[in-house]
């Protein structure tokens, strides 16, 4: 969000203004020259992220150096020994001054002190937090602008002209580099942009915009411009160049650079921040298995994943407890993991949980974690058989189990098997019966299903685990009579010619024979010879080919056997 408090002047600011000692509330660069000549490079990370006019927000102009400590912005005023406090949205929270401190311009951080000059050979180190002076560092170099340089612990300061020098905390030079610019007056420390250090130059060029609020990056170890820079002129009109810093804490993930445009004409400060660069990597992406993935066989090869661009190194974290996984894999950017065989084969169905971390920069690393959930057991319990019985209108189910592992028990499921509606024929549970848990020997189970009517049904076992998972046996197909007695019925009419009808009701399923004999035993015909479901049957009987007299028909089904006697007139 970009947010531009600027409003019309007010009579306070009128009367604030005559305060000053000097008549120009700017603090500009009395040397003549021209700027390098460096084109101005306009790119597409100078997003202006957020600005508010300090003048209005702290009643006061002549506001030169500008910092923030992670929580709170802070703004000098360069003609006087204020300093003004704010919040991140840019609320004034209160105005204050340090002792012995007057004049301060660019400001620098370095997580615990604020340090800052007064266009003088000192530096202050300073606390904000109880506004006081903790100490001073003698400089080579007039301090104006100021930058903590946290790989050597020093100080880049200058003034306007100068080369910019890195001072040690004991006032020692470390290094220092010649920039060609001759109206500096801020700089910031970048050790976040690839291929860093940096130091950012914040110059007042010319005077005027465009042209005068030129923030330029030069690469330290060569001290050379890197080609990049940006007129601040674009966004912010009417100005000239003061304090500069940088920041990662105001926008998670991103890296801004920070600092205060003087007004050119006394009237309005403004404080900025840019977008310098997104100083994080995107999160890893595509796993595979695909995040959520279930059903993973528990022999799985390995994991990848795509790394994001500007990734340089990438950790694996690996487990089943997400608050606590284990690094297997980290370093050079790597896209896949094969998964190690302390791990295989995985646990059946379970969840595991591996995270990726990209590290792009110092900045921000990036996490992306996911999950899958491994296959159920396809063998916990191994069945061998599964058997059904009719026995006077009860259904015996009978089963053995080979092994189990994990065996809470059995539902028995049975759905009806309705000729007319088969459609909408549903599984019921009607009974559970207990598991042997983990064993390895033959265990047999059995169940009676008391309560059914005449039909035909089927049964299903659905073998549960105790950690809720289950498979179901095969099914069995089951015929229920109301028929609870072997019956060969006298047959109809009798004494016949030639035709009669027998009717017979088997109390369970078989193999049943219906044959006739003459009176000396002799097989006439097989009427039925095949497996019959329990049941109630009649057939026809034709004798027009047989000569008149007595004989007799036979039903036989498993062991039992009834014969009846019948009469043929002719
Ligand atoms: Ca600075």
């Given at each position: 969000m970009i947010r531009n408090l600027?409003?019309?002047?007010?009579?306070?600011?009128?009367?604030?203004?005559?305060?000053?000692?000097?008549?120009?509330?700017?603090?500009?660069?009395?040397?003549?020259?021209?700027?390098?000549?460096?084109?101005?490079?306009?790119?597409?990370?100078?997003?202006?992220?957020?600005?508010?006019?300090?003048?209005?927000?702290?009643?006061?102009?002549?506001?030169?150096?500008?910092?923030?400590?992670?929580?709170?912005?802070?703004?000098?005023?360069?003609?006087?020994?204020?300093?003004?406090?704010?919040?991140?949205?840019?609320?004034?929270?209160?105005?204050?001054?340090?002792?012995?401190?007057?004049?301060?311009?660019?400001?620098?951080?370095?997580?615990?002190?604020?340090?800052?000059?007064?266009?003088?050979?000192?530096?202050?180190?300073?606390?904000?937090?109880?506004?006081?002076?903790?100490?001073?560092?003698?400089?080579?170099?007039?301090?104006?602008?100021?930058?903590?340089?946290?790989?050597?612990?020093?100080?880049?300061?200058?003034?306007?002209?100068?080369?910019?020098?890195?001072?040690?905390?004991?006032?020692?030079?470390?290094?220092?580099?010649?920039?060609?610019?001759?109206?500096?007056?801020?700089?910031?420390?970048?050790?976040?942009?690839?291929?860093?250090?940096?130091?950012?130059i914040f110059d007042q060029g010319g005077g005027s915009c465009p042209g005068s609020l030129i923030i330029y990056q030069f690469?330290?170890?060569?001290?050379?411009?890197?080609?990049?820079?940006?007129?601040?002129?674009?966004?912010?009109?009417?100005?000239?160049?003061?304090?500069?810093?940088?920041?990662i804490d105001y926008i998670a993930g991103n890296f801004l650079i920070g600092g205060i445009m003087q007004s050119n004409t006394g009237l309005d400060d403004t404080f900025f921040l840019y977008d310098l660069s997104p100083c994080s990597v995107a999160p890893p992406s595509n796993p595979d298995p695909p995040a959520w993935a279930q059903n993973v066989p528990v022999n799985l090869a390995q994991l990848s994943w795509s790394n994001s661009p500007g990734d340089i190194v990438s950790e694996l974290y690996f487990g089943t407890d997400p608050d606590s996984l284990t690094m297997v894999q980290g370093g050079e950017p790597d896209s896949s993991w094969s998964i190690s065989s302390n791990y295989l084969p995985l646990e059946y169905l379970t969840t595991y949980y591996w995270m990726v971390i990209n590290y792009g920069t110092p900045c921000y690393p990036t996490v992306a974690e996911w999950s899958f959930i491994t296959e159920p057991d396809p063998t916990p319990v191994e069945f061998i058989s599964f058997r059904s019985e009719v026995l006077n209108g009860r259904v015996i189910l009978s089963w053995s189990t080979a092994s189990e592992t994990n065996n809470k028990g059995f539902e028995v499921g049975r759905e009806v098997c309705s000729k007319q509606n088969a459609e909408s024929s549903l599984w019921e549970?009607?009974?559970?019966?207990?598991?042997n848990g983990t064993t390895s020997g033959q265990k047999d189970y059995s169940f009676i299903d008391k309560n059914v009517s005449a039909g035909t049904y089927s049964y299903r076992l659905k073998q549960v685990d105790f950690n809720g998972s289950?498979?179901?046996?095969?099914?069995?197909?089951?015929?229920?009579?109301?028929?609870?007695?072997?019956?060969?019925?006298?047959?109809?009419?009798?004494?016949?010619?030639?035709v009669t009808n027998i009717r017979y009701e088997i109390p369970y399923s078989g193999m049943v024979t219906v044959k006739i004999y003459d009176v000396l035993g002799k097989e006439i015909a097989t009427l039925v010879s095949e497996e019959k479901q329990a049941g109630s049957y009649s057939l026809r009987f034709d004798g027009s080919s047989l000569s008149g007299g007595v004989y007799f028909y036979q039903l036989k089904s498993g062991s039992l056997i009834k014969n009846r006697k019948m009469i043929l007139l002719k």
């Open positions: 600027f409003c019309p002047l007010s009579v306070i600011l009128m009367s604030t203004a005559l305060l000053f000692s000097q008549n120009d509330n700017r603090d500009i660069s009395p040397f003549p020259g021209s700027e390098r000549g460096i084109p101005i490079n306009t790119l597409a990370m100078w997003d202006l992220e957020f600005s508010f006019n300090v003048t209005n927000a702290s009643g006061a102009s002549g506001n030169a150096g500008a910092e923030f400590d992670g929580t709170y912005i802070y703004t000098t005023r360069w003609a006087s020994n204020l300093i003004h406090k704010f919040d991140m949205s840019g609320n004034l929270v209160e105005e204050f001054s340090i002792p012995g401190v007057t004049g301060l311009r660019d400001l620098a951080f370095d997580g615990t002190y604020m340090y800052g000059g007064a266009a003088a050979n000192i530096i202050y180190q300073m606390d904000f937090n109880t506004k006081t002076l903790i100490g001073t560092i003698s400089s080579p170099v007039a301090v104006r602008f100021i930058a903590y340089d946290e790989i050597n612990d020093g100080f880049w300061c200058g003034s306007w002209t100068d080369d910019p020098t890195l001072v040690s905390r004991t006032g020692q030079t470390l290094n220092s580099f010649s920039t060609g610019l001759t109206h500096q007056y801020g700089a910031a420390f970048d050790d976040i942009t690839t291929g860093g250090e940096y130091l950012w690469e330290i170890a060569s001290g050379t411009f890197t080609g990049i820079s940006h007129d601040a002129c674009i966004d912010l009109t009417d100005g000239i160049a003061g304090g500069l810093f940088t920041t549970r009607i009974g559970f019966v207990g598991g289950f498979k179901f046996s095969d099914e069995i197909r089951v015929a229920v009579s109301t028929v609870y007695d072997f019956i060969l019925s006298r047959n109809y009419p009798n004494p016949f010619n030639p």
